[in-house]
């Protein structure tokens, strides 16, 4: 667009990643529409998913600056908090992270991943995590400081003005994705747990006028949350990168697909989970795109998306979240048996 000024960013991501058509998910679950994938869960492999994108800004953003330190938080199986480990390895830096929850006996899946990047790790139990994790921050911060170094403190998800650049730059790459696969409009479908990448489609989409309807399918908290998160991130992001062209941000969510919280899968989405692995060969993750697929899934014949012949799903990649929930895939076993 006209006007839009990237700020500095770092090569992390492989990118442009695919825009897939899903054939048999279209005639399982399609309801007459066209079902896509884009799929950022191959933006890398250890540095895998929608994450990364947003780091390549931040780490630049970090390096310009001056820091030595990045300390971010998140959940014990944080895809955030697993890539900005690797990206702060590569980048030359250290990575400090303020994991919720009780300090696992043996690591597993992504929090094992980041101590295999030289990580320092911190585990709080989550009553502790959720009531003072603004004072564990700076409290780390001002650790490293006393010790003369420099720590940048990055958000849950690395989801603010800063972080959100990446789906606004990843626009450009989805102009070219409809113009390929001839779509001239659709409905954009993302999994949403810290906003930032509902945030950046959201703003990308008003700033590269593309003829795309995004939605957050929300993983916790609830529709109010994320409405509040897009204009607290598209605010800020206004607020640090003046001059910027203007643009009418409208979030759109779709509640109800929690289920019994953060992290917490159902048999249902189990299942989805499996059936589009058996299908298409594509794997979502129990915490993230898992719900979110199966949420659009259930949407689909209900007619919210009756306006347009094409759906796009955005894999945020999460596959390492897959494999600490595996004792919740028994039903496989029981099938095979039977």
Known sequence: MKGLALPPRVALAQRPTPLQYLPRATERWGCGKRL???RDDLTGCLLSGNKVRKLEFIIAHALAEGYDTLITCG????NHCRATAFAAAQAGLS?????RGDTPLTGQGNYLLGQLAGATINCYPKSHYVAELPALLEAWRVHY????????????????????????????????D???????????????????????????????????????VNVCDDE??????????VADWRSRFPGQPAATVTPRVIDGYVGAGYGVASPEVLRVIADLAALEGVLLDPVYTGKAFHGLVKELPTGRFDDQRDIIFLHSGGVFGVFPQADQFGFLHTAASG
């Open 95 to 99: 990575a400090h992270l303020v994991l």
């Open 75 to 78: 959940g014990l199986q944080s």
């Open 224 to 233: 109010a949350y994320f409405l509040n998160k897009v204009a607290t991130d």
């Open 36 to 38: 896509w994938i884009k």
């Open 178 to 216: 409809l113009a390929r696969a001839d779509i001239e409009s659709a409905h954009l479908v993302t999994a949403t747990g810290s906003g930032g990448t509902q945030a950046g489609l959201t703003l990308g989409t008003a700033l590269h006028a593309l003829p795309l309807t995004v939605w957050g």
């Open 145 to 176: 400081a006393e010790r003369g170094k420099k720590a940048l403190v990055i958000p849950t998800g690395g989801s603010d003005g800063l972080g959100i650049w990446g789906y606004i730059a990843a626009c450009e790459e989805l102009r070219e």
